[in-house]
């Protein structure tokens, strides 16, 4: 006691300090949390389905000691370099980390957004099956045959006389023995309006459609390929499922389009609590 008391106060208090800090270090608390790497169940499951299939595939508490182990020295090894580099700035001017966290964020913000999804009513369903009727109006669908003459390999004013010669014909005679090699079924069935239009051409789809079904051959009609004897068997117009028949699949649609306006009203709404300042040279883009 009596050398404590002989000791330098500039050096009780140095020691004093360092005791102190170990303690503190000992508890996590000397460096602050950023040092401090905190491992539980829901963490690794997190970290697994991040994974994929790079890791086993059943949860934690069905690991042996030795997979849990090993699956904890890991995922601290990874966060542990992960802070590290951000520590030391590796995180800027890296465009695929900026593109990935800028994905997990969005991917955050329409979690959010789902999480306050309610069941909508059918009134809701209703509006929003008027504003997009196009996507669940059921398309007209036509079966045909035809006689084919290309158009490339005849020449586009060959091809049409020969399909022209042609159709007084095809009618007498067998018409699968008529006319140029196709690319594709001389005979179709139930064929949608966009299937026709990305084979032959929406001008020729919009004719074909037009013709009257009937045991007469009519054209000649043009395509993207060349020219066209057709025989149109079957008709069907576009029509509309009844409510209940697209009730699940209207109720999807509307979910998607409210998470989607919820996550753009969350970005909005952090865009706006940042401040933007142009360089002279891009002052004009803002106006």
Partial sequence: MKWIGRADPLLVFLVAGLALYLLLDALGLARGDE????????????YLASEGGRLPGRPVEAMSP?????????????EALYREARALGLDRGD??????????????????????DAEPTDAALRAFLASHRERYTEGAKVSFSHVFFDGKRRGTQRAFEAARQALPA????DWLAMGDRYPYQRSQIDVTTDALSSELGQAAARRILALAPGESWQGPI?????FHLIRVDRKTSGSEPAF???????????????????QKRAIDSIVAGYRVRLSPGLEGAAK
């Fill in 244 to 262: 209940e028949e697209i009730r699940g699949d209207l109720a999807a649609g509307l979910a998607e389009e409210r998470r989607e306006q919820a």
């Fill in 66 to 78: 030795d997979e849990r182990q090993t699956l904890i020295d890991r995922y601290v090894s990874e």
């Fill in 95 to 116: 465009t695929a980390i900026r593109r990935r966290l800028v994905q997990s964020m969005r991917f955050s913000l329409q979690g959010d957004a789902q999480a306050n």
């Fill in 222 to 226: 043009e395509s993207e390929l060349g």
């Fill in 170 to 173: 095809v009618g007498r005679n």
């Fill in 35 to 46: 040092r401090l790497i905190t491992v539980d169940e829901a963490t690794l499951d997190a």
